[in-house]
């Protein structure tokens, strides 16, 4: 990997990875041979990066990355899974404003991955636990994120993602091309915010509010689950002064049930959110 500097305002990053890997499986048979046949492969796996400021608040970027994965197990006929390919187009750019003291960054990007590995679409087979793998899945869409302080004592974090994630060519059974991506929800977002009183008897007092959203998702890959989206609630209550911290992190402030991942098609587990939760802590810095 290497990093060029032309000027001062334009920058370039560029590496590359060369992977060799060797995997075997098979059934164990008592009093058998367990020398399984080996799949080899082995890829290049390029990384090119781009920065240019046309001044000292604005940046433009844009990357270029390939990535290379070994997966591990073998479908229902007892074929082992191919490794799974990525390729990453990004264009971003960042910006400063009040001198600094806030930041955003926005992003498009386009990945396409190949051989990757879903719970099948065949219901029985899902239940059972295996895997099916398709023939190539892309998600793309745009990033925002905002962080900063924008007045003395008060600080914010920002983001909001939406994502276009679908099946664009498929090996499996019936087919789910076009479907959306389980899991993967299309509209997100989330602001953080805490102030900290900055004079008087009560420097050093500091109050947290926080409020994460996440759209309604697919539930498994032929698209007929469908999870409903949420908006948890966090708060936070805190005092600061010197080397001293204690501080009351409340998790999930009105106690909402919904679900937070979606595993094995939606059909054999998923995982529940954590109730309210209330964290103490005190600390002494030294």
């Excluded at 270029?64 to 390919?85: A, I």
């Excluded at 926080?210 to 032929?222: I, T």
């Amino acid at each position: 990997q290497d990093h060029i500097a032309f000027s001062d305002n334009l920058k370039l990053l560029f590496g590359g990875r060369y992977d060799w890997i060797s995997d075997g499986s098979g059934f164990v048979v008592p009093g058998g041979d367990e020398d399984f046949p080996s799949q080899n492969n082995e890829a290049f796996s390029p990384r090119i990066g781009l920065v240019y400021q046309p001044n000292e608040n604005v940046s433009l970027y844009g990357s270029y990355v390939r990535s290379f994965n070994s997966e591990f197990g073998n479908n229902p006929d007892n074929v082992p899974f191919e490794p799974t390919r990525g390729t990453q187009y990004e264009v971003g750019v960042r910006t400063d404003f009040l001198d600094g003291r806030l930041s955003a960054n926005l992003a498009a990007y386009n990945l396409t991955k190949t051989n990757v590995l879903t719970p099948d679409p065949d219901p029985v087979l899902a239940r059972q636990g295996f895997s099916a793998q398709v023939g190539e899945q892309r998600s793309r869409g745009i990033e925002l994120d905002v962080t900063g302080e924008i007045l003395p004592g008060w600080r914010v974090v920002a983001s909001y993602a939406h994502t276009d994630a679908e099946v664009t060519a498929d090996n499996s059974t019936p087919s789910t091309v076009g479907n959306r991506l389980e899991n993967v929800p299309q509209n997100q977002a989330s602001i953080w915010t805490t102030y900290e009183i900055q004079e008087g008897d009560l420097q050093g007092v500091g109050f947290g509010l926080g409020l994460f959203y996440v759209g309604e998702r697919q539930g498994d890959l032929a698209n007929t689950i469908q999870v409903d989206d949420y908006l948890r609630t966090d708060a936070a209550l805190y005092y600061r002064r010197n080397q001293f911290n204690a501080a009351i992190n409340v998790r999930n402030l009105f106690d909402l049930d919904y679900i937070t991942s979606i595993n094995f098609g939606g059909r054999i587990y998923n995982q529940r959110s954590e109730p309210l939760t209330i964290v103490g802590s005190v600390s002494w810095e030294f």
